[in-house]
DNA sequence: CAGTATCCCAATGGATACTG
DNA sequence: CAGTATCCATTGGGATACTG
């Protein structure tokens, strides 16, 4: 009753879902198919590497297709299918509470910290708490 | 137009929002307070270490509270703050998403692996993909 | 263009034991 | 009960260079 049961496959599920990058490579897709080096531009800080590595996974579970398009020189592009499109949805209403929260989330990390530094002089603020 | 524009603050937002445990943890909160080890019993994987340090973020990203509540021994309790509970509906709508598709994405993976390793019968499917 | 191959580091997170 | 303290293994992912 309440609410969901996870077991371990869920948690797993999860974890391949939300690697770094495959939330901002879903949403881009879900806008219209791209190539390789047009999701590089679109993320910009995204290494070769990772792009592969987490188009080859959204692909293995389903949620994108990898086309080769037969024109001259070869075109490779990703598309969402439709099982990818169904995630549509969740996902950008995550997206946008990301961004319109932005701030305020911004603010709570100031003011904890703040209460923290300020309670304990001595003890400063461990620093994994403040990357971002 | 492409929908949401994220730059580097979001990326790092989405990092700390989704570490291994936190929307496990949220939900867990969202249905109602709870305290440290009936977190522990709800979420049987997760060990004390990462439970602490999963319940500091969420507090520091203003989405819990953490009270101290002054019963005979004391009671230490972690709730939902409004903030946290804005997020709750599209949380909920993306762990309903990965229970509702468990099967279809497991299906999905099998045939993926299935059409790699016959295809490729000489180099086998990277175990990296296999990890459920 | 669409990746692969290496090298490498930082960080997550498990296991375990201990404590106010 | 609610954590903290250590130690340690894995790995995600950046940087960079190279290739069919």
Chains 1, 2 share one sequence.
């Not at 879903?26 to 190539?35: F, I, N, T, V, W």
């Not at 047009?38 to 188009?55: G, N, W």
């Not at 910290?113 to 403040?130: F, I």
């Amino acid at each position: 009753m309440s609410g969901l049961d996870f077991d371990s496959d869920g948690r797993r599920l999860l974890d391949q879902l939300f690697d770094k990058w495959s939330l901002l490579v879903l949403e881009a897709l879900c806008d219209r198919p791209r190539r390789f080096n047009e999701l590089r531009q679109h993320l910009p800080a995204i290494t070769p590497k990772s792009l592969t590595t987490c188009l080859r996974r959204l692909e293995r579970n389903g949620l994108i297709e990898r086309l080769v398009v037969s024109t001259d020189p070869v075109a490779i592009e990703y598309r969402i299918t439709d099982l990818g499109r169904s995630l549509e949805s969740p996902l950008q209403a995550m997206l946008r509470w990301v961004v319109d929260h932005l701030d305020v989330v911004e603010a709570a990390r100031s003011d904890y910290d703040e209460r923290r530094t300020r309670s304990e002089e001595t003890r400063s603020v461990p620093e994994w708490l403040h990357r971002t």
